[in-house]
């Protein structure tokens, strides 16, 4: 019993200082190698080749960034590639708005896996920009949002 409260008292006291540490950041090239471990010296895992791509930091050691993406791919990249986040992934198919209410004009369906350049959030909707597109879209159902 006494076990069980010490067990719980760690998980309360630690639990959001992990949680401080995830922040969502985006690619900062097109092209991103992403490696096994903290170092240059790690092998590459594998390359991102989306500029903006919106990855999940997990951990940090030194200049080096662990992230996770949509897919829970993970690995380590280097600083100088990632910058804040500048943009989400749309995880179901949703309506791009004219104004930040469903019930403005629709001007474009959001394919699910669509990258999206955020310009500003409010509340429960965020100004995106999309190819030739620009509006606004829900909040929910979609991936990036710190």
Known sequence: M???IYILFFLILFTPLCA???IFVSLKKNKVNV???PSF???IKYIYKKINLPLKQIDKKDNFRRIIDLKNNSG???VSQL???NSVIATQNKILFKRPTNFAKPIAQIKKGRLLILEKCEKLWCKVITDNYQGWINTNN???LN
């Open 41 to 43: 010296e790690s092998d």
């Open 20 to 22: 401080a540490n995830e």
């Open 2 to 4: 006494k076990k069980n």
């Open 35 to 37: 490696r096994y471990g």
């Open 142 to 144: 979609i991936w990036g």
């Open 76 to 78: 380590w990249i280097h």
């Open 83 to 85: 910058k804040k986040n």
